[in-house]
């Protein structure tokens, strides 16, 4: 099994700034790319950041200039860090990883349990 959790949520203020973190543990032979998605009540999850395992990342247009996404292959773990954060940003963010787990031929897109994140004054 492979688990994901996210931490580093919160509530902050218009314009503040908040770092996600998300670790995947279990039994992890390949760890391939990782996302962080987010989700408002009565919407799809939308995909908000993309990094690759050697770092290349790519991002929504939302997120763009604003949001940072990294990863530390050593701890297997992916952040994001989120600047000038508006109203708009608050939803629940959702870390992803395609993982090939010791013994499986394919890769599996596992999913943490999500991390509330508030823009409000």
């Known amino acids: 099994q492979v688990q994901l959790v996210e931490s580093g949520g919160g509530l902050v203020l218009p314009g503040g700034s908040l770092r996600l973190s998300c670790v995947a543990s279990?039994?992890?032979?390949?760890?391939?790319?990782m996302f962080w998605y987010r989700q408002t009540p009565g919407k799809e999850r939308e995909q908000i950041a993309r990094?690759?395992?050697?770092?290349?990342?790519t991002y929504s247009d939302d997120a763009r200039g604003r949001f940072s996404i990294s990863r530390d292959n050593a701890k297997n773990t992916v952040y994001l860090q989120m600047n000038s954060l508006k109203p708009e940003d608050t939803a629940v963010y959702y870390c992803?990883?395609?993982?090939?787990?010791?013994?499986?031929?394919?890769?599996?897109?596992?999913w943490g349990q999500g991390t509330q994140v508030t823009v409000s004054s």
């Open positions: 990094v690759a395992t050697g770092g290349f990342a």
């Open positions: 992803s990883a395609d993982v090939k787990e010791r013994g499986s031929w394919d890769s599996i897109r596992h």
């Open positions: 279990g039994n992890i032979f390949v760890l391939g790319a």
